[in-house]
């Protein structure tokens, strides 16, 4: 399935073999990924991007991805890129969104996943959205609060069992729904292929 999602500011276009660069680039920076993981090196990068093709190309697809094209900067390439990766068997995904430095702090992300969150809900029929990221991404967390996901939990450091530090939000299609369409005046999605 291609789904091509259109905002106020954005075209998100399906993820395809010629985002093999972008995609490296966006997993091989450790100052981009310091909120979410470990860089990879640019083997594993390319092996990493192999396997998302085949997630997004399964039938039915085991994950979506988008690349951010910004409709005031025509920068060819994308500045980033958007994944919706769902859980199998439940009517659940994890969504994340991973920004170039010049795509932070426009507003691109809250469009997006608010673009997102309206095909998840209304076209896909998932039942909840959910998303992580490390405590002390100020950003990350704002954003969350913005779209109306509710903190699940925030470990921290010192608690052993929970693994490494993270801050885990769920989005729930009847709270998405009650607060109304997606603010901005997004466009329902076109499907494509």
Known sequence: MKVHLHTR????????RRDRTLYCALYTDAELLRHVSAPLSEEAARRSFEKVLLQVEA????????????????KPEGLGLMALVFDQGV???????????????RGYATEAIAAAADLSFDALGLNRLHTRHTPDNLAASGLMRRLGFELLVATSATDETAGPPSCRWNLDREHWLARGRSPGGFALPRKTG
């Not at 500011?9 to 395809?16: Q, T, V």
């Open 9 to 16: 500011s954005l075209e998100l276009r399906p993820l395809n």
């Open 59 to 74: 039938s039915p697809p085991e994950s979506l991805y988008w690349i951010f094209h910004a409709l005031d900067n025509p």
């Open 91 to 105: 009517a659940i995904a994890e969504i994340g969104v991973l920004l170039m430095p010049e795509g932070q702090g």
